[in-house]
């Protein structure tokens, strides 16, 4: 069979689509074909259409966040079967590592992530591996699905901090990432969460989204502290302040991705067993989490989906995407 398939092709500063007529690859035995619903734009992947991003560079397809629907199962797939809705796990592990062989995917070197060091899901229909794919119920609406991989980073993010001191939180930046944190402390049940934000409007979504309390940087009281930060933004003032306000035996979390070294201040952090802990990516139970969150309507993704464009407006849409405005820009396919 043939069939004519939308890839994006980027240029540094231009995305393009192309529609390519090709022959369908036969499927592996473990193997599955899916056909693109929503895809979400991700700060990294901007990062990569710019040339910014450490490893993805132009031109690479990018994209990492899709809803998709299973087209055709390859031999050996059991779990999932043509027309079921899924979402898909964009590390590509090499399942042999000491990493892997204890679960944790996201920490398989060299990493191999779509999107990044490998072609992204940026296109209207592909073939992945089975065991990357995770199914949600039919009557979870697929652009809501398209928002999974986010909540699978703050699920994730969350569970690095020990269950003890999830309880009186600080998160430090309130973008995307930063707001779907605040929904994940919300629901395991944590007791205050107070934000650092510098933007007005995304401190009032902080609140409505699960938060107690909203500051402006600079503005908590010099001796507050909390029995766990998150650092969302991780620039070299956030991941001082984050050490600085977590109490005694407490642990830092750092979600945000650092440009280059930061200073940490080690005194204060051994004396009395602070710890600085990271989070990287996700593992598969997040994503069975994250499907469980958004099925239940726990997690609400009302106010962060903030656009959706068809796919012929592409372009718009990743321009939409670096407006300050926009939480989560989607480009819907087939329409
Ligand atoms: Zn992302
Ligand atoms: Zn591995």
């Given at each position: 069979?043939?069939?004519?398939?939308?890839?994006?092709?980027?240029d540094v500063?231009?995305?393009?689509?192309?529609e390519?007529?090709q022959?369908?690859?036969?499927?592996?035995?473990?193997?599955v074909?899916?056909?693109?619903?929503?895809?979400?734009?991700?700060?990294?992947?901007?990062?990569?259409?710019?040339g910014?991003h450490?490893?993805?560079?132009?031109p690479?397809v990018?994209?990492?966040?899709?809803?998709?629907?299973?087209?055709?199962?390859?031999a050996d797939?059991?779990?999932?079967?043509?027309?079921?809705?899924?979402?898909v796990?964009?590390?590509?592990?090499?399942?042999?590592?000491p990493?892997c062989?204890?679960?944790?995917f996201?920490?398989?070197?060299p990493?191999?992530?779509?999107g990044?060091?490998i072609?992204?899901?940026?296109?209207?229909?592909m073939?992945?591996?089975?065991?990357?794919?995770?199914?949600?119920?039919?009557?979870?609406?697929m652009?809501?699905?398209?928002?999974?991989e986010?909540?699978?980073?703050?699920?994730h993010?969350?569970?690095?901090l020990?269950?003890?001191?999830?309880d009186?939180?600080?998160?430090i930046?309130?973008?995307?990432?930063?707001?779907?944190i605040?929904?994940?402390?919300?629901?395991?049940?944590a007791?205050?969460?107070?934000v650092?934000?510098?933007?007005?409007?995304?401190?009032?979504?902080?609140?409505k989204?699960?938060?107690q309390?909203v500051?402006?940087?600079?503005?908590?009281a010099?001796?507050?502290?909390f029995?766990?930060?998150i650092?969302?933004?991780a620039?070299p003032?956030?991941?001082?302040e984050?050490?600085?306000k977590?109490?005694?035996?407490?642990t830092?979390v750092?979600?945000?991705?650092?440009?280059?070294?930061?200073?940490?201040?080690?005194?204060?952090?051994?004396?009395?067993?602070?710890?600085?802990?990271?989070?990287?990516?996700?593992?598969?139970?997040d994503?069975?989490?994250?499907?469980?969150w958004?099925?239940?309507?726990?997690?609400?993704?009302?106010?962060?989906?903030?656009?959706?464009?068809?796919?012929?407006?592409?372009p718009?849409a990743?321009?939409?995407?670096?407006?300050?405005?926009s939480i989560?820009?989607?480009?819907?396919?087939g329409r």
């Open positions: 069979m043939h069939s004519v398939t939308r890839v994006f092709l980027p500063n231009r995305v393009m689509t192309e390519k007529e022959p369908d690859e036969p499927l592996q035995p473990d193997e074909r899916i056909v693109t619903r929503f895809l979400g734009i991700c700060g990294s992947d901007l990062h990569v259409l710019k910014h450490p490893v993805g560079k132009p690479i990018p994209g990492h966040e899709i809803a998709a629907v299973v087209s055709e199962t390859g797939v059991t779990h999932l079967r043509p027309g079921d809705n899924v979402v796990d964009p590390i590509m592990p090499c399942l042999d590592c990493a062989r204890s679960g944790r996201n920490l398989c070197f990493p191999r992530v779509a990044f060091r072609p992204g899901f940026a296109r209207s229909s073939v992945v591996p089975a065991r990357n794919l995770h199914k949600a119920p039919p009557e979870l609406p652009k809501v699905l398209a928002f999974a986010p909540v699978a980073c703050a699920h993010c969350v569970t690095r020990p269950e003890s001191q999830r009186r939180v600080l998160v930046g309130a973008g995307t990432i930063g707001l779907s605040i929904q994940a402390l919300r629901i395991v049940g007791r205050e969460i107070a650092v934000e510098p933007d007005e409007r995304k401190r009032a979504l902080a609140l989204l699960g938060a309390r500051v402006a940087p600079g503005k908590l010099e001796d507050e502290s029995s766990g930060v650092d969302v933004v620039a003032a956030t991941i001082m984050a050490c600085l977590v109490e005694p035996g407490g830092v750092c979600m945000g991705v650092p440009r280059g070294n930061c200073e940490i201040p080690l005194a204060h952090m051994q004396r009395f067993e602070r710890s600085l802990v990271s989070s990287g990516m996700y593992v598969p139970e994503f069975e989490a994250a499907i469980s958004l099925s239940q309507g726990l997690f609400d993704t009302r106010d962060l989906i903030t656009d959706i464009f068809p796919v012929s407006q592409a718009q990743f321009e939409r995407a670096q407006t300050p405005t989560k820009v989607l480009i819907e396919f």
